[in-house]
């Protein structure tokens, strides 16, 4: 299952270093229903905040998964309140975790910029997205943008694991990369309007 993957990746790749998993303050980005919640509470982290879009999604963590997060955001991650993004700064988080919601139409790359650029510098980024994001076959602005950010100076990679993400309706394997890393620096936007992923 991707969130425990996800979440072990992360794990691993913090143990890796001298810092404690038990003391990350993670964002949740597109968190749903807060699978990703069960399995970090696992290793314990020291505050998690969900943020999603539609407010289902924390309707459905409240029935199914309630009290698992110190504060849960219905937001659009493209287009931020102000002061929602200043009232969640505050929370001065240093890990980001997106899970099943990248490269299928969901989560905007604009969206996972502004997460990861809302998280304190020297701070983790952890998240799965399909296998075809390394073939430069696969021209979506999501997968570009990946690219570009795994090669650049503000993500270092740690640890990436290509797993089997579940069974078609055909019953074929669909293949996921797993990928955890340390972010270095914010994102400018200059870096993304030079690549044109603007
Ligand atoms: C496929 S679900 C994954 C849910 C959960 N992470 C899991 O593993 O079960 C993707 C989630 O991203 C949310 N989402 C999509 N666009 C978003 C945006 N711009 N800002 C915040 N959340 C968004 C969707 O509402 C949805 O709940």
């Known amino acids: 299952m991707s969130p425990s993957k996800v979440s072990s990746i992360l794990y691993s790749t913090v143990n890796q270093t001298v810092e404690n998993f038990s003391e990350l303050r993670v964002l949740d980005l597109g968190a749903g229903n807060g699978m990703m919640r069960e399995e970090l509470k696992k290793h314990g982290v020291a505050r998690l905040i969900g943020v999603d879009i539609i407010p289902e999604a924390y309707e459905a963590t409240l029935r199914d998964r309630p009290g698992l ?16 993004k200043e009232e969640i700064q505050q929370w001065h988080l240093d890990c980001m975790v997106t899970v099943a919601a990248l490269g299928f139409g969901d989560i905007p790359a604009k969206a996972f910029i502004e997460a990861f650029n809302i998280i304190k510098s ?16 696969d021209d979506s602005g999501f997968s570009r943008m990946i690219r570009e950010l795994i090669f650049s100076e503000y993500l270092d990679i740690y640890h990436i694991e290509r797993y089997r993400h579940r069974n078609s309706i055909e019953g074929e394997p669909l293949f996921y990369f797993a990928i955890a890393g340390r972010k270095n620096a914010d994102v400018p936007s200059e870096f993304l309007k030079s690549k044109n992923l603007l």
Do not use: P, Q, R, V
Request: proline letters at 0%.
């Open 69 to 84: 997060y110190d504060a849960y955001y219905i937001e659009d991650f493209c287009d931020i309140d102000t002061e929602i």
């Open 122 to 137: 020297e701070g983790w980024i952890a998240f799965n997205i399909k296998e075809t994001f390394l073939d430069t076959s």
